[in-house]
């Protein structure tokens, strides 16, 4: 069982990627969510996690997170999202789900007090999970691993070096790669291949009755209008890649490389700068996935969920 901090800037693929993990609740359990600034600002963020957190089941205390960068000016995603970070979805009036204060301080407490018992999971800027590393002299070494979602080994997506995650914040993200701590990340180079295209939304379309499969296919409906409007593409399951390796670690393929982010330059700032592969290095780094394996996950979730 794979116990995991998720810190989360919930857009629609954050929201996916927390259902999921409601989902594969006999291989992972999540002790708490962490909503951040990223894709759209902290409220907004925070509202969408506890309106999803609800709607999947998922008991665990919902925190918020940093409201800003550690250094830089806040960003956001623009119209992959929407307004709310989850435009096409409405939510009823939520009933249990609270917020319980700050995140952070939270999970610097949780890890000490469970060594190597815990992995932390970061899908939007990793502000918060940098602070916890820099706050407490034992949180990196107490950790059991670091799971992210971000980077690029080539071209970006938030501007042409950088991937949004690492732009968002990219001096949070040198601290991260550089905690000493192991880090499985998935790059633009895996997730890129994880498309959910026609024939997986008919598969989901042909699924059965159930009220996450509302809230899936009326947040698919915007998002992927959003991706063929400014990606001319079907939506990419970045996130979910970091859920799907921590229920099924085997269908990934990785690369062992060192990774600075670049935080100077005007130009390139937020760029992931590999080194060649290297046995020591700490950080993994997907570079392919068993599609197939993929979606048998994503639809053993998804047949979990009411
Ligand atoms: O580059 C993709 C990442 O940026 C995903 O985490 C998506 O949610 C956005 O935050
Ligand atoms: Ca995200």
Known sequence: MEKIIFDVDTGHDDAIAIAMAA??????????????????SLDRTLENTLNVAEAVGLECPVFYGSDKPLLRDRVAAGDFHGKSGLDGVTFGPRKKQECKGNGILWAINSVLNNPGEITFVSVGPYTDLAICIKAHPDFAKSLKRIVVMGGSMGRGNATDSAEFNIWGDPEAAEIVFNSGVEVVAMPLDVTLKVVLDEKILEQIRCEKESEYKKLLLSQLTFYIKANLENNNSMPHMHDPCTIAYLAKPSIFKFERRNVHVETKSQLTYGRTVTSEIDDNAKVLLGVDVDLNEFWNVFFKSFRNLK
Request: charged share 20%; hydrophobic share 45%.
């Open 23 to 40: 989902g594969l609740k006999d291989e992972i359990e999540v002790l708490g969510l962490i909503a951040t600034n990223g894709n759209v």
